[in-house]
C-alpha cells in the first residue's frame, strides 16, 4: 500500500511538473506578446505623440498672437478715447471763442451805433440850431 502511495505522490509530482513546465511556456509566450503589442504600440505612439507637440506649439502661437492683438486693440481703443477727449476739449475751446467773439461783435456793434447816434445828432443839432 505504501507503493500505491509512493506512486500516486510521484504521479502527481510528475503532473504537477509537467503542468507548471506548460504553464511557464505559455506564460513566456504571452509575455513575448505583450512585449511585442508594447513596442507596436509605442512606435504607433510616437508620431501622434509628436504631432500632438507639434499642435501644442501651433495653439501656443495662435495664443501669442491673440494676446498681441488684443493688447494692440487695448491700445487703440485707448488712443481713440483721447482723441474723443481732445476733440470734446477742442470744441469746448472754439465755442468759448465763439461766445466771446459773438460778445464783443455785439457790443461793438453797439458802440458803433451808440457813437453814430451821438455824432449824427451832434451834427444835426449845430446845423439845425444855426449856430
Known amino acids: 500500500m505504501n507503493q500505491i502511495w509512493l506512486g500516486l505522490i510521484v504521479l502527481s509530482v ?3 511538473a509537467v503542468f507548471l513546465i506548460l504553464l511557464i511556456l505559455d506564460l513566456r509566450k504571452t509575455a ?3 512585449s511585442e503589442f508594447l513596442e507596436r504600440t509605442e512606435e504607433s505612439f510616437k508620431p501622434t505623440l509628436e504631432e500632438l507637440q507639434q499642435t501644442l506649439r501651433s495653439l501656443r502661437n495662435v495664443s501669442d ?3 498681441d492683438a ?3 486693440v487695448k491700445t487703440f481703443s485707448g488712443a481713440v478715447r483721447d482723441v474723443g477727449q481732445h476733440v470734446r476739449h477742442i470744441s469746448n475751446t472754439i465755442e468759448d471763442v465763439t461766445s466771446s467773439t ?3 461783435a455785439s457790443g461793438l ?5 451808440t457813437a453814430l ?3 449824427l445828432s451832434n451834427l444835426f443839432s449845430k446845423k439845425g440850431g444855426g449856430r
Not at 456793434?109 to 451805433?113: Q, R
Open 70 to 72: 488684443t493688447n494692440d
Open 65 to 67: 498672437n491673440l494676446t
Open 109 to 113: 456793434k453797439v458802440g458803433i451805433m
Open 32 to 34: 513575448r506578446s505583450l
Open 102 to 104: 459773438a460778445i464783443k
Open 117 to 119: 447816434g451821438v455824432l
Open 14 to 16: 510528475v503532473a504537477t
